[in-house]
């Protein structure tokens, strides 16, 4: 990958960890930067590494923007012919390849910011790929989803409705535990044909 590859994916990260329904733009990072490093950055700089103009950072410039994303400074260069084929395991090129298919994903979807938002929360983690791998048992496990719902997101804030809980009192009231269920000869209406019926003997 190459460093201007990173720095996009490294902007679109940083966007969704503040909350923006888009990418921060390189001039936004340079603003960024300059407020809570108190360093400075042009944007006119950012284009250049991006567009592949300027490939090598000063050291200065690498440890800014490392400090910023919260990077190893050495991720913040090219990566040489070659090296996934020779230095890199199998798994580190895979995930590599996965985290950058989650941001462009991520994109597809500027309507949904819940959606995208996790996506690139998914592509920034570190295990990202035993993150999908963990949620196809999650899914293969029964109702296990649906309890994880109701615990972490009680509210059911932007929930697909396939995937949102029953209420209990709905569930309840479907096994006739509740008011109002059908529960044979037991109920308010039962209670009061004797009294009719004592009343007939009566007269």
């Avoid at 923006?20 to 960024?32: G, I, Y």
């Avoid at 260069?77 to 298919?101: F, I």
């Avoid at 009680?154 to 396939?162: L, R, T, V």
């Avoid at 096994?175 to 009566?202: D, I, Q, T, W, Y």
Wanted: proline share 7%; hydrophobic share 35%; aromatic share 4%.
């Amino acid at each position: 990958m190459r460093l201007g590859e990173k720095l996009r994916y490294l902007r679109e990260v940083e966007a969704s960890l503040r909350g923006l329904p888009r990418a921060m733009t390189q001039q936004e990072l340079a603003r960024a930067i300059q407020s809570e490093l108190k360093a400075s950055i042009s944007q006119s700089y950012l284009s250049q590494i991006e567009s592949g103009a300027r490939p090598h950072l000063t050291n200065t410039t690498r440890q800014i923007l490392a400090k910023f994303f919260k990077v190893h400074p050495g991720y913040l260069v090219d990566d040489p012919e070659g090296y996934h084929a020779e230095l890199m395991s199998e798994a580190r090129v895979l995930d590599d390849k996965l985290d950058l298919w989650l941001v462009s994903g991520a994109e597809r979807f500027p309507r949904d910011p819940e959606l995208r938002k996790a996506l690139l929360a998914l592509a920034r983690h570190p295990q990202s790929r035993q993150c999908l791998l963990l949620l196809e048992s999650l899914i293969d496990t029964p109702g296990l989803i649906e309890r994880l719902s109701e615990v972490l997101r009680p509210a059911n804030d932007g929930a697909h409705p396939a995937l949102r809980p029953a209420s209990r009192a709905s569930a309840a009231r479907s096994e006739g535990v509740l008011p109002g269920a059908a529960r044979g000869s037991s109920g308010p209406r039962a209670a009061r044909g004797p009294k009719r019926r004592g009343k007939e003997k009566v007269r």
